[in-house]
């Protein structure tokens, strides 16, 4: 016992002289600030809708669209008459989203950041102008809108709305105001 304590304080002193002097660090403690019931729940309401605004789209989900002819796209208990509608212009956009300009992650965030929107401006439907470029946008904003909750039908824009390179979203608000 005597030998491992001795070489233990001998290795100590080693130690001692190859650092030198050293000052204690101050342990720094934070302390959360008390908050009253009312500022939780609001704290909670603001992380709630900043999660919806920044909803994320998988790259990697591969729907089964219609890869002949106009995209479309109806979600499951919507009457599909809703594509034909939105094909035909039956829809007026009450947003329009122009992503000219825009890389793949870019586009993500206006699309999340515009169907955030869409709740708060009472907007039923919308226009994303994805252009044509290298069809990279034109193939991917159709796998983006099929995964979010919000959006119950899509088709190719009408002409007069870009036409090929765009698309005419029907979204559904959360308050079922529904303009005529």
Known sequence: MKFKDALNAEEKKLFKDAIGKVKPMVQDRVHPEKRTIKQKTSLTKQKDKKALAEFHFSDEFEPDLNSHGPVKYVREGVDSFEAKNLRRGQYTPDLILDLHGL???????????????????????????????????????????????????????????????AILVLVELKDKFIRD
């Open 103 to 165: 890389d793949q992650q870019q586009s993500k965030r206006e699309i999340a950041a515009l169907l955030a929107a869409c709740d708060k401006e009472h907007a039923q439907c919308v226009c994303i102008v994805h252009g044509l470029g290298g069809r990279v946008l034109k193939n991917k904003v159709p796998h983006w809108l099929v995964q979010h909750p919000d959006v119950m039908a899509f088709h190719q824009a009408p002409l007069e709305w870009g036409g090929n390179g």
